[in-house]
């Protein structure tokens, strides 16, 4: 009787340690289970999940309080939606962080980083590329990229003409902008600015004094001499083969191309001097028709846009449209400017962020650029008076209640018109910025 108790009791052991086995297997075949689909858990929630409650690192040109106010608007956006602390390193030039990545790959620091995000394109691209500084295959991941539509933009693609291959998302895109004081512009045809780069050439001898470009390095110096550069070429007679018959300076790989060519490639000690040349003896006419006989330089296109204010002068360029009106509207330009593209053609680029190969917070990075790339933050960003950058989406591509946030009112008088832009001018080789900036030294640096 005892054994059958103990016989039972026995039973009943078996059947709770049974049905414990099967518990457990059942708790740890679902914790498999879920870490299973941790580990399979679509590419973008992993992206959420790991880039929540970080900080961010954003080295990016600090040279604009409109610019600067707007970065500090999106910080208190992904610090809502993501907890993320973005924190705006301000550069006075972006090969500052260029430079910083750079070092921490020399003394083998790869996944430490300090830049975790950076503003960039051009030169400073190719340079991050060339030496393999960049995150690839990551921003064509990005949800928010689809609004770009890559597979018939290629400007979201190529930064002057190098392919991104995934390590950049485009932020923005602009054009060379001129603008005037209407009431300055007098005496000239039909009261009119001049329109095309030979037009201004004329108008800046007739009008000495009224015009002007911030000296290189400035991105937007730089910008009019690249201009210059190419109008120059496409206009040459020259631009042939037979230019180079009796030059010097002929070598194998200028024998079958054009001048003009040459700019699509990168500058090299054969072909610099005499692709540069026409732009020399441009400038050589130009500068002592400028502000202050071409002696002296402004040092940004703040200064420029405050000299117009202050109407010592009466013709000057942006890189970003919608910037002019924005500047009216804060009662830093008067209201008698007015704005328009020149008819030979608009220098024309798109601007983008990348993140470093080694930054410390990639995840992180990542919810911030598709965030910059979101309808919303590219809607406030075009706003003039926020910024006033150009959005890099096509419209197409948005709900009608997306494209609602980009309709605005009445443009404001002294915003570019719509559709002015007839025909855009493609960036140089981004080689051509050190051979520019080192020759126009060389010649002009000293007496500015």
Same mark, same amino acid.
């Given at each position: 009787?005892?054994?059958?108790?103990?016989?039972?009791?026995?039973?009943?052991?078996?059947?709770?340690?049974?049905?414990?086995?099967?518990?457990?297997?059942?708790?740890?075949?679902?914790?498999?289970?879920?870490?299973?689909a941790t580990a399979e858990q679509p590419y973008w929630q992993q992206i959420e999940t790991l880039g929540k409650n970080q900080d961010v690192y954003f080295y990016a040109w600090g040279g604009d309080p409109q610019i600067n106010a707007y970065i500090q608007w999106a910080a208190k956006q992904v610090k809502s939606?993501?907890?993320?602390?973005?924190?705006?390193?301000?550069?006075?030039?972006?090969s500052e962080a260029v430079s910083r990545v750079l070092a921490e790959k020399s003394a083998n620091n790869d996944s430490q980083g300090s830049v975790d995000l950076v503003w960039i394109n051009g030169a400073n691209f190719a340079t991050m590329n060339e030496h393999s500084l960049l995150l690839k295959q990551w921003?064509?991941?990005?949800?928010?990229?689809?609004?770009?539509?890559?597979?018939?933009?290629?400007?979201?693609?190529?930064?002057?003409?190098?392919?991104?291959?995934?390590?950049?998302?485009?932020?923005?895109?602009?054009?060379?902008?001129?603008?005037?004081?209407?009431?300055?512009?007098?005496?000239?045809?039909?009261?009119?600015?001049?329109?095309?780069?030979?037009? !201004?050439?004329?108008?800046?001898?007739?009008?000495?004094?009224?015009?002007?470009?911030?000296?290189?390095?400035?991105?937007?110096?730089?910008?009019? !001499?690249?201009? /210059?550069?190419?109008?120059?070429?496409?206009?040459?007679?020259?631009?042939?083969?037979?230019?180079?018959?009796?030059?010097?300076?002929?070598n194998d790989s200028l024998k079958n191309e054009s001048l003009k060519a040459q700019l699509n490639q990168p500058a090299t000690d054969q072909n610099t001097a005499l692709v540069l040349q026409p732009l020399w003896e441009f400038l050589d006419k130009l500068h002592p028709t400028l502000w202050r006989q071409g002696?002296?330089?402004?040092?940004?296109?703040?200064?420029?846009?405050?000299?117009?204010?202050?109407?010592?002068?009466?013709?000057?360029?942006?890189?970003?449209?919608?910037?002019?009106?924005?500047?009216?509207?804060?009662?830093?330009?008067?209201?008698?400017?007015?704005?328009?593209?020149?008819?030979?053609?608009? !220098?024309?680029?798109?601007?983008?962020?990348?993140?470093?190969?080694?930054?410390?917070?990639?995840?992180?990075?990542?919810?911030?650029?598709?965030?910059?790339?979101?309808?919303?933050?590219? /809607?406030?960003?075009?706003?003039?008076?926020?910024?006033?950058?150009?959005?890099?989406?096509?419209?197409?591509?948005?709900?009608?209640?997306?494209?609602?946030?980009?309709?605005?009112?009445?443009?404001?008088?002294?915003?570019?018109?719509?559709?002015?832009?007839?025909?855009?001018?493609?960036?140089?080789?981004?080689?051509?910025?050190?051979?520019?900036?080192?020759?126009?030294?060389?010649?002009?640096? /000293?007496?500015?």
């Amino acid at each position: 009787m005892h054994f059958a108790k103990s016989g039972h009791t026995l039973t009943r052991y078996r059947f709770c340690c049974v049905a414990l086995c099967i518990c457990l297997g059942v708790s740890s075949s679902t914790a498999v289970t879920n870490t299973v689909a941790t580990a399979e858990q679509p590419y973008w929630q992993q992206i959420e999940t790991l880039g929540k409650n970080q900080d961010v690192y954003f080295y990016a040109w600090g040279g604009d309080p409109q610019i600067n106010a707007y970065i500090q608007w999106a910080a208190k956006q992904v610090k809502s939606q993501y907890n993320i602390n973005l924190v705006h390193v301000k550069l006075s030039d972006t090969s500052e962080a260029v430079s910083r990545v750079l070092a921490e790959k020399s003394a083998n620091n790869d996944s430490q980083g300090s830049v975790d995000l950076v503003w960039i394109n051009g030169a400073n691209f190719a340079t991050m590329n060339e030496h393999s500084l960049l995150l690839k295959q990551w921003s064509n991941q990005l949800p928010n990229f689809a609004f770009t539509d890559p597979n018939n933009n290629p400007a979201v693609n190529f930064d002057f003409g190098i392919p991104t291959n995934g390590m950049e998302a485009p932020w923005g895109q602009a054009a060379l902008t001129f603008y005037y004081d209407s009431l300055a512009i007098d005496g000239s045809v039909n009261n009119q600015p001049p329109t095309t780069l030979n037009e !201004l050439l004329r108008w800046s001898a007739q009008y000495p004094g009224r015009f002007s470009y911030p000296k290189p390095p400035d991105f937007l110096g730089m910008s009019f !001499l690249k201009y /210059a550069l190419v109008m120059l070429h496409e206009q040459s007679p020259a631009n042939t083969n037979d230019s180079l018959k009796n030059d010097s300076l002929k070598n194998d790989s200028l024998k079958n191309e054009s001048l003009k060519a040459q700019l699509n490639q990168p500058a090299t000690d054969q072909n610099t001097a005499l692709v540069l040349q026409p732009l020399w003896e441009f400038l050589d006419k130009l500068h002592p028709t400028l502000w202050r006989q071409g002696e002296y330089f402004m040092q940004s296109g703040a200064q420029m846009r405050r000299l117009v204010d202050d109407t010592e002068l009466s013709l000057a360029f942006t890189f970003s449209a919608p910037e002019v009106p924005a500047a009216v509207q804060r009662y830093d330009l008067p209201k008698s400017i007015r704005s328009y593209a020149m008819d030979d053609g608009s !220098l024309s680029n798109t601007h983008f962020v990348a993140i470093p190969y080694n930054a410390s917070h990639q995840q992180s990075a990542q919810l911030v650029a598709n965030f910059l790339l979101s309808p919303t933050a590219q /809607a406030h960003k075009q706003k003039p008076q926020i910024w006033g950058d150009s959005t890099v989406l096509i419209q197409s591509t948005l709900t009608p209640e997306q494209q609602a946030l980009f309709k605005t009112r009445q443009p404001h008088p002294s915003a570019l018109p719509i559709d002015s832009i007839k025909r855009t001018l493609s960036e140089p080789h981004p080689s051509w910025v050190e051979a520019i900036m080192q020759g126009w030294e060389v010649r002009y640096g /000293a007496s500015s």
